[in-house]
């Protein structure tokens, strides 16, 4: 997965949240990405400063990044379990895992700086 194209999207969802609420700037950005998500954080975050540097309205926005476990279950018997993929059940020893969360990533929360009213 491309990280740089995912803040831009990113940016934009956030972009939509700012004018709807008339904010200036962004303050803080809170994302959660699961380990199976296929990002590189170290590349979503300097994508993250590559934004900020360009973008007056994420200048002084703070990113956090929550990251979320893999959890998987069991197709034969049911159990889940966190860890990677291809793994076989803890309890089976069957290989037949599903994914049930961890390759999500989504936009948790924001904090926004709404304008000044007298300016
Ligand atoms: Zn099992």
């Not at 590559?50 to 994420?58: G, S």
């Not at 979320?68 to 159990?79: A, I, K």
């Amino acid at each position: 997965m491309h990280e740089a194209s995912l803040v831009a999207a990113m940016a934009e969802e956030i972009r939509r949240l700012a004018v709807a609420e008339g904010a200036q700037k962004v303050t803080r950005i809170l994302v959660r990405i699961g380990e199976a998500a296929g990002v590189e954080l170290e590349a979503f975050d300097f994508a993250f400063l590559a934004l900020k540097a360009q973008d007056p309205l994420f200048s002084e926005a703070h990113l956090e990044i929550e990251t979320r476990p893999v959890v998987l279950e069991c197709f034969f018997c049911g159990h889940r379990q966190e860890g990677e993929l291809g793994r076989p059940c803890d309890q089976c020893g069957q290989i037949g895992l599903q994914l049930i969360s961890g390759d999500e990533i989504y936009l948790a929360s924001i904090d926004l700086i709404t304008g000044d009213k007298n300016v």
